[in-house]
């Protein structure tokens, strides 16, 4: 019977299967032209973010522009992180410079709006290059889709962690039952659901709901360090606060 029997096998799975949540995928599905212009509440990477009245380009220091990575319409979601996230499109900026120098808190800019619309958006231009390297992202068109996650660890779930340490080593059973579920962590673009973590869950806990996972995304040209994903996660008790890891390479 293998290191335990076809009902224990069954009863992990149906505990295991309980944790799923489900998630937005934020598919990539094709590069723009340099000048194309996107619907200022639409999905989508690169190319015109949406700003409202009063809004600049965020700067380093004054001096050197962020790059504009991708912004997300929560309405475009099949799947919404939490339904008491109280924005509904958030826009995501990234300094290379300040990947380079490990500024873990400055790197990641990211901006949220409550009910955006076409007639609050602006048009706010960007600031020229300071370094060839400044803007890297392409403009590129999304398509969401609704898709499943689980935890990227069994420590995050203690009572199914039980329930496998009775059977032998919790985390192979874990990654065993995953498996049977036909389910693999991949790395893609997300919102809600669970992250896939490339080393420590720094932005799990009590106190903040996980918001979204920005990817690699080739067609975009979006590529940070090792192919580092972007964490953001909102505070629970202040959605004014948004937490971000970006330096987790492979």
Request: aromatic fraction near 12%.
């Amino acid at each position: 019977m293998g290191l335990f029997g076809g009902r224990e096998k069954a009863e992990l799975d149906a505990a295991v299967a309980a944790l799923a949540k489900p998630a937005t995928a934020l598919v990539v599905t094709g590069a723009m032209p340099p000048d194309h212009v996107f619907a200022p509440t639409e999905t989508h990477f690169g190319g015109n973010p949406y700003f409202e009245a009063g809004e600049s380009w965020p700067m380093l220091d004054g001096a050197r522009p962020y790059d504009f990575v991708c912004q997300v319409n929560l309405r475009d979601c099949p799947e919404r992180p939490r339904p008491d996230v109280p924005f509904d499109l958030f826009t995501v900026f990234f300094c290379w410079a300040l990947y380079e120098e490990v500024d873990v808190e400055r790197a990641c800019v990211v901006r949220t709006y409550r009910e955006p619309s076409p007639g609050k958006a602006i048009t706010v231009p960007r600031p020229p290059a300071v370094d060839p390297d400044d803007f890297k992202v392409r403009p590129c068109a999304v398509r969401t889709e609704r898709f499943v996650t689980y935890p990227w660890s069994i420590d995050a779930a203690p009572d199914v962690f039980a329930e496998a340490s009775r059977v032998g080593d919790p985390r192979a059973a874990y990654e065993g039952a995953l498996k049977r579920l036909d389910f693999l962590h991949d790395m893609r673009s997300r919102v809600g659901g669970f992250p896939t973590w490339v080393h420590d869950a720094t932005l799990d806990g009590d106190d903040t709901i996980f918001l979204a996972q920005i990817d690699y995304e080739p067609k975009a040209n979006n590529c940070i360090g090792d192919a580092a994903p972007i964490f953001i996660a909102v505070s629970a008790t202040d959605s004014t606060r948004i937490q971000t890891d970006c330096f987790q390479s492979f």
